[in-house]
T-cell receptor, first 114, second 110 residues
Framework: GENVEQHPSTLSVQEGDSAVIKCTYS??????FPWYKQELGKRPQLIID?????GEKKDQRIAVTLNKTAKHFSLHITETQPEDSAVYFC?????????????FGSGTRLLVRP | SAVISQKPSRDICQRGTSLTIQCQVD?????MFWYRQQPGQSLTLIAT?????????ESGFVIDKFPISRPNLTFSTLTVSNMSPEDSSIYLC???????FGSGTRLTVV
């Protein structure tokens, strides 16, 4: 069945450094790739997303890249701050329709050390 | 994007009982999705709730355990039946796309 693999499972960086989280997906029909940030005790929050007709998208300190040929997509956070510490999930849409039901990666726990 | 009101926010239930979770959307949507997040884990899709037809369940989830209702285009319920401690999780509903998740239901089964 479809799956999304996410690496690394944990990531510790110094404040101000960059963080990169990588995901691969299996469903060739996937066309929507969101990233979520989940802080302790809260629901996942969408932070950025990318669709299959775009190779890169940036929003201030965060960016996402997509390589459809290789079925890879990555989250890049620059100039990390302690408030970036959270669990991050990638996801990929399943199937051909536009309903965007999602399959999630296993998550990355990011710790930004002050 | 749609705004979802989900309730209850949390509950502690006895094993063997059932709990029904409700999600109300502020606009009409074709599909609603139910997810489960077990402690320390990622989100797993339980089923897709379609208005006017049976819900579509993902592998590993069955209607007898997780019956779903979708009476109209703005409302859905998920019931967790005959609960055991392994059902302790956060349950989230979604309308898909860029819309935020419902606030979640933190279920503890004792």
């Amino acid at each position: 069945g479809e799956n999304v693999e996410q690496h690394p499972s944990t990531l510790s960086v110094q404040e101000g450094d960059s963080a990169v989280i990588k995901c691969t997906y299996s469903d060739s029909a996937s066309n929507y790739f969101p990233w979520y940030k989940q802080e302790l005790g809260k629901r996942p929050q969408l932070i950025i997303d990318i669709r299959s007709n775009v190779g890169e998208k940036k929003d201030q300190r965060i960016a996402v890249t997509l390589n459809k040929t290789a079925k890879h997509f990555s989250l890049h956070i620059t100039e990390t701050q302690p408030e970036d510490s959270a669990v991050y999930f990638c996801a990929a849409s399943i199937g051909m329709d536009s309903s965007y039901k999602l399959i999630f990666g296993s998550g990355t726990r990011l710790l930004v050390r002050p | 994007s749609a705004v979802i009101s989900q309730k209850p926010s949390r509950d502690i239930c006895q094993r063997g009982t059932s709990l029904t979770i409700q999600c109300q959307v502020d606009s009409q949507v074709t599909m609603m999705f139910w997810y489960r997040q077990q402690p320390g884990q990622s989100l797993t899709l339980i089923a897709t709730a379609n208005q006017g037809s049976e819900a579509t369940y993902e592998s590993g989830f069955v209607i007898d355990k997780f019956p779903i209702s979708r009476p109209n285009l703005t409302f859905s319920t998920l019931t967790v039946s005959n609960m055991s401690p392994e059902d302790s999780s956060i349950y989230l509903c979604s309308t898909g796309g860029t819309s935020p998740f419902g606030s979640g239901t933190r279920l503890t089964v004792v």
